[in-house]
């Protein structure tokens, strides 16, 4: 009866009731439903290629002549390209490159910004505040594209220097949206009345100010997916990322695009594929912002 009656208190917690209205309102927009759809499917897909694509060896090296450019059919729905591939087989790997791409990048950028941000913005005002935000604001001065261009024209091309490429340019961006969160919740009672209680500038920045700060971090990461995504494929695209036979989305349009308008399909499906999971993302990031901020 005791643990029956915890979890009764528990539930009726202000933080359970706040979450529990979120959902309702995420759950009301048929959106943001699509939004959470895709990238569910998205996931799914870039978990187990292996055993979801109907030819799961096109993926590598392999060359089948016989079957190049074949229009999308029963057999192959998105067609071929120009080595006989399944290009349905290859999207499915790609959506894998492309997630692992946005996943190592935003591990990496996300709390070395949202770090850099807590600590500027406590410390507003300071020499910390001034060398923090001011090489932030450098790197945000220049266009994401352009800089990991800029990086990735000096180093090998590949997916591993693309995701460095991709990393050193967005961490700036996470910096400045929780310095303008601390900043402002820096001020407020209940941060003012843990320093009159003694607590220190660690518990201060993570256990007042940060989990208050989760909403706009959230919706961020949600959002920047896509982002990154495109940012990837753009250099692909240009041949500074990921390199054949490698099934990387932005890849496959480049080679597709050679041989635009006639075979189509080599060049549309990828450029599909990218466009579904930037809109799943987008979608599921707006219903996260509007959920949490009541809108």
């Not at 600590?119 to 505040?129: L, N, Q, V």
């Not at 919740?185 to 518990?203: C, D, P, T």
């Not at 099934?247 to 695009?257: A, F, I, K, N, Q």
């Amino acid at each position: 009866m005791a643990r029956l009656s915890l979890l009764t208190i528990d539930k009726e917690s202000p933080r359970w009731r706040s979450l529990r209205r979120s959902w309702y309102r995420f759950r009301r927009n048929p959106l943001s439903l699509m939004g959470l759809a895709i990238v569910v499917i998205t996931i799914v897909i870039a978990v187990a290629p292996e055993y979801l694509a109907p030819y799961p060896d096109h993926a590598g090296y392999y060359i089948n002549f016989k079957e190049a450019k074949q229009p999308p059919s029963m057999k192959h729905p998105f067609g071929t390209d120009e080595y006989g591939r399944d290009i349905l087989s290859r999207v499915m790997f790609g959506f894998r490159f492309s997630m692992t791409l946005a996943v190592v990048v935003l591990s990496l950028t996300a709390p070395t910004g949202i770090l850099l941000g807590l600590i500027a913005g406590y410390h507003e005002k300071t020499w910390i505040d001034a060398v923090i935000m001011r090489v932030a604001d450098m790197f945000i001065a220049v266009p994401p594209l352009v800089l990991a261009l800029s990086i990735c024209s000096i180093l090998p091309p590949n997916i591993m220097n693309a995701m460095i490429a991709v990393s050193l340019m967005w961490w700036p961006w996470y910096t400045r949206l929780v310095y303008n969160t601390t900043v402002s919740l820096k001020n407020e009672y209940f941060v003012q009345a843990a320093e009159i209680m003694g607590a220190s500038k660690f518990h201060i920045m993570f256990r007042e100010i940060l989990p208050n700060a989760l909403g706009p971090i959230l919706t961020k990461l949600t959002l920047d997916v896509g982002w990154v995504i495109l940012i990837g494929a753009s250099l692909s695209f240009v041949g500074l990322g990921a390199q054949p036979p490698t099934p990387d989305l932005g890849t496959m349009v480049s080679e597709g695009s050679k041989y635009m308008p006639e075979y189509w399909w080599i060049s549309i499906f990828p450029a599909m594929a990218i466009s579904f999971i930037i809109l799943g993302f987008n979608l599921l990031g707006d219903g996260i912002k509007d959920a949490l901020s009541g809108g």
